[in-house]
């Protein structure tokens, strides 16, 4: 139990365009989703929090109106990189929390490879 | 803030070495703790958690134990293979289990 699933696992853009990436709880309701970016051989670092239905709060320094996070039900939530440059080339990483409060884990998705040229 | 402090990689072992990957952390209240794998190309995959004072967690012949004391949660295996090879994050969170903090990772290789 308590799989999450990414889509795509890997994507090429080119510089200017969209792209949006899916992350979903399987086998449970995520209440809360986390997105984190992962440079290559550097950690994880949180870019947003989303609770379901309501808008993410972004850590500091990421540009909200860049990384769009939508957390539309309880079982899927969607990164869209907007106009994307080859520096937001990364790995995208998503996890799960199936309750806000007193659960005391994240299930973590398998990533994502955004490369753009 | 909370924070999480490995060891420096890369570490290079034979195979059937003896591992220890030090993780010391900064953090208030009462964090639960975790170590995580990620092999090459893929996500984190949990490999073993511990949530309060003195408790052990294990999976896989990995160990670590919760040291409120010494703020410490050290990774150890007695006999490692060379599929142990991968990056391995020490991570904590808060009470209820967000606010996730991670290491910086410590890659780690099996030579047979």
């Known amino acids: 139990g308590a799989v999450v699933s990414q889509h795509p696992s890997w994507v090429i853009c080119k510089s200017g365009t969209s792209v949006k990436i899916e992350c979903r709880s399987l086998?449970?309701?995520?209440?809360?989703m986390f997105w984190y970016r992962q440079f290559p051989k550097q950690s994880l670092m949180l870019m947003a929090t989303s609770n379901e239905g309501s808008k993410a709060t972004y850590e500091q320094g990421v540009e909200k109106d860049k990384f769009l996070i939508n957390h539309a039900s309880l079982t899927l939530s969607t990164l869209t990189v907007t106009s994307a440059h080859p520096e937001d080339s990364s790995f995208y990483i998503c996890?799960?929390?199936?309750?806000?409060?007193?659960?005391?884990?994240?299930?973590f998705g398998p990533g994502t490879r955004l490369t753009v040229t | 803030g909370n924070s999480v402090t490995q060891m420096e990689g890369p570490v290079t072992l034979s195979e059937e070495a003896f591992l220890t990957i030090n993780c010391t952390y900064t953090?208030?209240?009462?964090?639960?703790l975790f170590w995580y794998v990620q092999y090459p190309g893929e996500g984190l995959q949990l490999l073993l958690k511990a949530t309060k004072a003195d408790d052990k967690g294990s999976n896989k012949g990995f160990e670590a134990t919760y040291r409120k004391e010494t703020t410490s949660f050290h990774l150890e295996k007695g006999s490692v293979q060379v599929s142990d090879s991968a990056v391995y994050f020490c991570?904590?969170?808060?009470?209820?289990?967000?606010?996730?903090?991670f290491g910086p990772g410590t890659r780690l290789s099996v030579l047979p």
């Open positions: 953090a208030t209240g009462y964090p639960s």
């Open positions: 086998d449970f309701q995520a209440t809360t």
């Open positions: 991570a904590l969170s808060d009470g209820y289990g967000q606010n996730f903090v």
């Open positions: 996890s799960a929390s199936p309750q806000p409060k007193g659960w005391r884990e994240q299930y």
